[in-house]
C-alpha cells in the first residue's frame, strides 16, 4: 500500500476533529473531537514508523505514550464535564463562559 492512502485518511480525520471542536457546542463532543484529532496523529506515527522501517519502531512506542496520554485525558475531561453539569445541569460550552471572574470594581483594583 502507498503511503499516500493512510495520510490522506489521517487528514480526513485530523480536519474532522478540528471542526468539531470548532463548530460544537457539546463538551462531550469537543472531548470526542480531541480524540479523533489525536488518532489521526497516531495514524501518521504508525504510518511513517512502517514506511521508514524504523528498526527501533519509535513511532509505534509514541503511538502507545499518545493513548496514555488521551485515556487520561478523556478521564480528566469527563469528571470535569461531570462536574459542570452537577453544578449548571448543562455542558453547553457556551454557557460555560459564565465561570470567568467578573470584571472588579474600579476601587478593588490596584
Same mark, same amino acid.
Given at each position: 500500500?502507498?503511503?499516500?492512502?493512510?495520510?490522506?485518511?489521517?487528514?480526513? *480525520? =485530523?480536519?474532522? /476533529?478540528?471542526? +468539531?471542536? #470548532? &463548530? @460544537? @457546542?457539546?463538551?462531550?463532543?469537543? $472531548?470526542?473531537?480531541?480524540? $479523533?484529532? $489525536?488518532? &489521526?496523529?497516531?495514524?501518521?506515527?504508525?504510518? =511513517?514508523?512502517?514506511?521508514?522501517? !524504523?528498526?527501533?519502531? %519509535? +513511532?509505534?512506542?509514541?503511538? *502507545? =505514550?499518545?493513548?496514555?496520554?488521551? &485515556?487520561?485525558?478523556? /478521564? *480528566? /475531561?469527563? &469528571?470535569?464535564? #461531570?462536574? $459542570? =453539569?452537577?453544578?449548571?445541569?448543562?455542558?453547553?460550552?457556551?454557557? *460555560?463562559?459564565?465561570?470567568?471572574?467578573? !470584571?472588579?470594581?474600579?476601587?478593588?483594583? %490596584?
Amino acid at each position: 500500500m502507498h503511503v499516500v492512502y493512510p495520510v490522506v485518511v489521517s487528514a480526513l *480525520l =485530523f480536519s474532522i /476533529g478540528v471542526y +468539531g471542536v #470548532l &463548530a @460544537r @457546542r457539546n463538551a462531550i463532543l469537543v $472531548l470526542m473531537s480531541v480524540e $479523533l484529532m $489525536l488518532n &489521526a496523529v497516531n495514524l501518521n506515527l504508525v504510518v =511513517f514508523d512502517v514506511w521508514l522501517k !524504523d528498526r527501533l519502531h %519509535s +513511532g509505534q512506542v509514541l503511538t *502507545l =505514550f499518545v493513548i496514555v496520554i488521551a &485515556a487520561a485525558e478523556v /478521564g *480528566l /475531561g469527563l &469528571a470535569i464535564v #461531570l462536574a $459542570l =453539569f452537577r453544578n449548571r445541569r448543562s455542558i453547553d460550552v457556551d454557557r *460555560l463562559r459564565d465561570l470567568s471572574e467578573r !470584571d472588579a470594581p474600579a476601587e478593588d483594583r %490596584s
